[in-house]
């Protein structure tokens, strides 16, 4: 006997087992992504901040790099607004703006204007170039801020 | 023969004359349309009972999805330890550590009250990195003595600070000034200090002095006009 409503029953239930499956996977590799990212903590600062003020339609993006190790040589800050679009996603809206010390402290600000309703924040990407010529990159998120 | 014996002997001869009426039933053939009615029946029924074992599975196939992923969810956030301490919020992800601001509800956007390190710095350059209305920098220098201070006041809008905790023990609570914050070591082995004066967050941060002296500087912090 053939039962073709139980046939096309049972591939639904497959499709939606596999659909669960890939899901499962990428939330276990974006778990594992993370880790990597952690590792490659950059040398030469104390302490780094990411930093944004709304005020209005205004906003302003701060950087900042304490130093107070020797490793460092050189220090490239990266800055950049992004929005919150669709599912979380983030998307550039202003930037980058970039500044370069030698290996001292500094500090980067930037202002945007006329700003759309959303919430916003600030990037703010630390590259560390050490004695040995060694670079790394590690980026810094300030908290989330709503425009309107 | 006992009683018991007698009623079994009347049903076994009950059963036999059952049997022999049974065997003289006329032989009897069931139509095609009869035969294809139950055929019809049974198949409905295997179907209803393959689909509702079917729409079981879907009812329960959300639930241990939702399952498996927050087996996974939890242990990624495992892999993080987290500390909150008054308004001091850390994650602990072993290379460094994050700190972020929880209560910034009734904090100025802007500094409207400046904090300085009034202490008697004679023999350090100063060097102001930053100054406006959201962040106040300075660092002092006595190339000499090989000491370096750094001292900042910054709003608690919008703020996430990465603390390089990296092979040190985590940063532990303290009371400055009746306010509350952190130390930490850092692994270049300088002292630093972050606290919540209320409306900002103020570090002070050493290089080339012991943490008792560092705590020490700390009272030389102070509102200034």
């Given at each position: 006997m053939s039962f073709p409503n139980k046939n096309k029953e049972v591939r639904r239930v497959k499709k939606l087992v596999s659909i669960a499956i890939v899901l499962v996977m990428a939330l276990s590799f974006c778990t594992t992504a993370f880790a990597v990212s952690a590792s490659t903590y950059a040398t030469g600062a104390d302490k780094r901040d990411s930093i944004l003020s709304i005020s209005g339609s205004t906003a302003t993006c701060k950087s900042i790099y304490t130093a107070n190790g020797d490793d460092a040589v050189k220090v490239v800050i990266t800055q950049s607004l992004e929005k919150q679009g669709l599912f979380w996603s983030w998307s550039k809206v202003a930037g980058e703006w970039t500044k370069t010390s030698d290996g001292s402290s500094m500090v980067l600000t930037n202002t945007v204007s006329n700003l759309e309703k959303g919430k916003y924040r600030v990037k703010s990407m630390f590259t560390v170039t050490d004695k040995n010529g060694k670079e790394e990159t590690i980026p810094l998120y300030s908290t989330t801020e709503k425009v309107g | 023969m006992t009683n018991d014996e007698k009623i079994a002997k009347a049903l076994e001869q009950a059963l036999y004359d059952d049997i022999a009426e049974y065997e003289k039933l006329p032989d009897h053939k069931f139509s095609r349309g009869f035969n294809r009615k139950m055929k019809r029946m049974f198949q409905e029924e295997v179907v209803a009972e393959s689909h509702l074992s079917v729409v079981r599975r879907r009812r329960k196939l959300p639930a241990a999805v939702a399952v498996v992923c927050s087996v996974v969810l939890l242990m990624g956030a495992a892999a993080t330890t987290y500390y909150l301490w008054n308004n001091f919020r850390m994650q602990d992800r072993g290379l460094y550590t994050l700190l972020n601001i929880?209560?910034?509800?009734?904090?100025?956007?802007?500094?409207e009250e400046h904090y300085r390190?009034?202490?008697?710095?004679?023999?350090f350059t100063e060097n102001v990195i930053d100054d406006d209305e959201l962040s106040y920098f300075v660092e002092y220098e006595n190339k000499e003595k090989n000491i370096k201070i750094s001292f900042q006041q910054v709003t608690k809008h919008g703020l996430t600070t990465m603390l390089n905790t990296e092979g040190k023990e985590p940063p532990v609570e303290v009371t400055i000034n009746s306010c509350y914050g952190i130390y930490f070591e850092s692994k270049y082995e300088n002292c630093i200090l972050i606290w919540d004066s209320g409306d900002y967050i103020i570090n002070l941060s050493a290089h080339g002095i012991s943490k008792n002296d560092l705590f020490v500087l700390a009272e030389f912090v102070q509102k200034v006009e």
């Open positions: - | 929880t209560d910034v509800e009734n904090c100025p956007k802007t500094l390190l009034t202490a008697d710095l004679s023999g």
